[in-house]
C-alpha cells in the first residue's frame, strides 16, 4: 500500500505563549511534529509492515510537509521512525491556511497517486481540524475522520475505520483511495490490523521510537523540495488572522461561607442567576 | 534561561537521539522515580522497554544488534537518562552493561560476543562487572578470588562485593586469578563470563546503600563453581589491562552522570528560590540566594565543557587516562558541592526523603568512590605528571 502522509510542525504544546503585540511571537519556539500526525506516521508504518522484527515492508510511506527549510528536522524524525521518503514544500507558516495546504496537498496526491492519505485529526496548534475533510473534498475521494483503528479488508481494495462517537464505536468502510485521519487511539496495541500480521498481534503502545540506526539511515532517504508555484497553487489567503491575545489570566478563587452568599455572588458578581 | 543543557558537540543526530531518550525517561522512568527508590528495585520489565526505545544499543555495533554510535553518543544517553529520568539508581542500573560488555566485546571471540552481547542489548539478560572484592578494591592487583583449572573448566572460588545489579545478573564478567604465583600480581589476573545458575555461584546479599537505592548491588559468592573455559575473555592475565582499558569510557561517562545530577539539583532548587518565600519575599529575592544558584550554575558549565571535549578526544582516541581521571574528579567535587548547596537551599524541605535533591544528595556520595575513588584518580595523574 501506497500511503501518504502529512506533518505539520507545532511550538512545543508545553511551552509558554508569547504575544508579540497582537501576534504570536514564536522566535523562541522549540517547533516538534503535530502528535496526531506522529500519530498517522505510526498507523502507517503498522499498515506497510508485517510484524516481524526486523519487519518487512510492503508498500511505501511518504511524509509531506509545508514549511520552512527547518521543517526538514520534523521530516527526519518522521523518516527515523522508518517512513521511506519525504516532500517539503517551501512555506512560511503566516503564508498558509488551510485551503492552500488542502489544495497543495491536492496537487500532491493528483501527482502522486497514493492508495491512501494518512493526516493527524487537527494539528494541536490551532487545532483547525479542517486539512482532512477539504482534500477529500477537493480528490472526490471518501473520508474517515478521527479514526480509532483502521482494518484492511476486502484484499487490500478498503478500510473498516472504527470512529469513536458519543455511545461507542462507529465502523465505517470506505472504500480505497480514501483520506482517512487519526485520533489518538491509533497507538494503541491493536489498533492497526493490516492483514498480514497475526490477529493477536500486537505492537508497543505509542509511535514507535527512533532508534539512533533510524536516525542515521534518515539521513540518506531523499527528502523533495518543491514550490507552491511549482505546484500551481494559488497563494492567496483566503483566512487572515487579524490578531492574536491571551486568554484572560485565571482570578485566584473565593471562599464562601454560606449557600445564601453562593447564590448571590452567582447573581450579582457572576451574574448567570 | 543561559545555561547549556546539551554537550557542544552534539549534531542533529545527538538532538534527535537525545528526544528518543528524554520521551523514555520522561515517561517511563521518572513518574515512578521516587517509588523505585523506596523500593529498592525497579522493574526487570524496564529492561525490554529501555532496548524497545533504542536505549541499549547505542554505541555498540549494529552486527551485534547495537543501534551504533560512539562515547559520544553513549554520553548523551548517560545525560538524558538521568536529568530527565530523575533517578540516578535506575539509570545506573539499566546501564550496567556500559561497565561489563565492553570488556566482551574488546577481548571476546566472535562465537562469545555473538552468544553473550544481543541478549542484553535485547534486554532479555541483564550483565554485571565484578571487580571489587571484600578484600581489595582500588587495589586491583590484591584480587584473590582464584580460578583454577580443571579440565575444560576452571573451578572458582572466592566473592565479589558492591557489584551493580548483581541480584539480578544473568551473566557477570568476573576478575579471577588464574595464576596462583600471587607475586605475578596483576598480572594473574583473567576476566569469565559467569552465567547465572552455574553451580556454586550465589548472590548472596543484597545490599543497603546510602543512595542509588532504586539500584540492586549485591555481594556475590563462588565456591567451587565449575566455569567452563570457553567463557574466559581472551588469554589467561589479559583481565588487568582489559579492565584499565575498560576504565576511561566508564569515568567519563560518570562524570557525564554528575553532570546531569547537578544539572537536576540546580533547577530544582532555581524552581523552589522562585516559589517559596520567607520574610514577605520569594527566596530568588534575596541576594545571598541568588548569588549561592549562580556560584552553582558556575560549577556545572565548565565541567559539561570539559566532560564533552574529553568525550569527542577519547572517542577519537586522544584523551590520557590522567584527563579522564581529571575530569572524574572535577566532576565529582563539583556534582558533591552543587547537591549540597541544593538542599541547603531547601532547608528543612531538603532534609526531607520526599524532596528530590535531598536523594541527589545522597546519590551523588557515590560519584567519588565508584569507578576509582577520588584519591587513586590522583594517583594516576601524578604518575603522568611525573612526581
Redesign the interface.
Known amino acids: 500500500m501506497k500511503i501518504l502522509v502529512t506533518a505539520k510542525r507545532i511550538p512545543d504544546p508545553g511551552q509558554k505563549i508569547k504575544l508579540k503585540g497582537n501576534a504570536l511571537d514564536l522566535s523562541a519556539a522549540n517547533w516538534q511534529l503535530n502528535q496526531f500526525d506522529e500519530y498517522a506516521v505510526e498507523a502507517a508504518l503498522r499498515l506497510t509492515e508485517d510484524g516481524a522484527a526486523p519487519a518487512t515492508r510492503q508498500g511505501a510511506v511518504t511524509v509531506a510537509s509545508l514549511g520552512p527549510a527547518d521543517v526538514q528536522q520534523q521530516l527526519r524524525s518522521a523518516l527515523a521512525m522508518g517512513a521511506d521518503k519525504a516532500i517539503r514544500v517551501e512555506a512560511k507558516d503566516e503564508e498558509l491556511d488551510a485551503v492552500i495546504v488542502a489544495k497543495t496537498l491536492e496537487k500532491l496526491v493528483r501527482r502522486d497517486q497514493p492508495d491512501l492519505v494518512l493526516m493527524g485529526k487537527l494539528a494541536a496548534d490551532n487545532e483547525g481540524n479542517d486539512v482532512g475533510q477539504r482534500l477529500a473534498a477537493l480528490l472526490g475521494w471518501p473520508q474517515a475522520t478521527f479514526a480509532c483503528s483502521i482494518q484492511v479488508v476486502d484484499g487490500g481494495k478498503a478500510l473498516l475505520v472504527g470512529r469513536e462517537v458519543d455511545n461507542g464505536v462507529e465502523i465505517k468502510k470506505v472504500r480505497l483511495p480514501a483520506v482517512v485521519t487519526v485520533d489518538l487511539r491509533i497507538i494503541a496495541p491493536q489498533a492497526v490490523k493490516n492483514g498480514r500480521t497475526a490477529a493477536n498481534f500486537a505492537y508497543p503502545e505509542g509511535p514507535r521510537y527512533a532508534s539512533l540506526k533510524g536516525i542515521r539511515a534518515a539521513k540518506d532517504k531523499p527528502i523533495e523540495a518543491l514550490t507552491l508555484s511549482g505546484l500551481g497553487v494559488s497563494t492567496a489567503l483566503q483566512v487572515k488572522t487579524h490578531g492574536s491575545e491571551l486568554p484572560p489570566a485565571r482570578q485566584a478563587g473565593k471562599k464562601i461561607a454560606s449557600v445564601h452568599e453562593l447564590v448571590e455572588k452567582l447573581r450579582s458578581e457572576a451574574k448567570v442567576l | 534561561m543561559a545555561l547549556p543543557t546539551t554537550y557542544s558537540f552534539e549534531t542533529?543526530?545527538h538532538a534527535?537521539?537525545r528526544?528518543?531518550v528524554r520521551?523514555?525517561a520522561e515517561q517511563q522512568i521518572a513518574p515512578h522515580s521516587h517509588h523505585w527508590d523506596e523500593a529498592e528495585e525497579f522493574p526487570r520489565e524496564l529492561y525490554r522497554e529501555a532496548a524497545?526505545?533504542?536505549v541499549l544499543?547505542?554505541s555498540y555495533p549494529?552486527e551485534l544488534g547495537g543501534?551504533?554510535?560512539d562515547l559520544t553518543?553513549g554520553l548523551v544517553v548517560a545525560d538524558a537518562l538521568v536529568y530527565h529520568g530523575r533517578s540516578v539508581g535506575t539509570a545506573g542500573s539499566l546501564g550496567s552493561h556500559a561497565i561489563s560488555l565492553p570488556l566482551i566485546l574488546n577481548l571476546g571471540t566472535t562465537a562469545q560476543k555473538e552468544q553473550h552481547i544481543p541478549p542484553v542489548l535485547r534486554g532479555e539478560k541483564i550483565a554485571a562487572l565484578a571487580i571489587t572484592e571484600p578484600g581489595a578494591g582500588s587495589d586491583v592487583a590484591s584480587l584473590s578470588t582464584s580460578a583454577v583449572r580443571d579440565g575444560d573448566h576452571y573451578i572458582v572460588n572466592g566473592s565479589k562485593i558492591f557489584i551493580t545489579s548483581g541480584c539480578r545478573a544473568d551473566l557477570v564478567v568476573v576478575a579471577v586469578r588464574t595464576n596462583p604465583d600471587r607475586s605475578l600480581r596483576h598480572l594473574g589476573l583473567t576476566l569469565l563470563v559467569i552465567e547465572r545458575n552455574t553451580p556454586g555461584f550465589v548472590a548472596s546479599r543484597k545490599l543497603k546503600k546510602t543512595g542509588w537505592w532504586s539500584s540492586d548491588t549485591a555481594e556475590l559468592s563462588f565456591s567451587d563453581c565449575r566455569v567452563p573455559v570457553a567463557n574466559r575473555l581472551g588469554e589467561e592475565g589479559s583481565g588487568f589491562f582489559a579492565i584499565i582499558q575498560n576504565f576511561a569510557a566508564e569515568r567519563l561517562l560518570l562524570a557525564a552522570q554528575c553532570v546531569a545530577v547537578a544539572q537536576l539539583a540546580y533547577d530544582e532548587s532555581v524552581a523552589y528560590a522562585k516559589t517559596r518565600e520567607a520574610f514577605g519575599k520569594t527566596l530568588s529575592g534575596f541576594q545571598v540566594t541568588r548569588h549561592k544558584l549562580a556560584d552553582m550554575a558556575t560549577r556545572i558549565v565548565p565541567i559539561r565543557s570539559l566532560v564533552g571535549d574529553l568525550a569527542m578526544r577519547l572517542a577519537r582516541g586522544q584523551a590520557s587516562m590522567a584527563e579522564v581521571a581529571m575530569a572524574k574528579n572535577a566532576a565529582t567535587d563539583m556534582c558533591s558541592f552543587v547537591c549540597d548547596q541544593a538542599v541547603q537551599l531547601h532547608g528543612g524541605m531538603g532534609y526531607m526523603r520526599e524532596t528530590l535533591v535531598e536523594r541527589l544528595d545522597r546519590d551523588a556520595r557515590l560519584f567519588p568512590i565508584g569507578a576509582g575513588t577520588r584519591e587513586i584518580m590522583n594517583e594516576i595523574i601524578a604518575r603522568a605528571e611525573g612526581y
Open positions: 542533529e543526530e534527535d537521539l528526544r528518543q520521551r523514555f524497545a526505545a533504542g544499543g547505542v549494529p543501534a551504533g554510535g553518543h
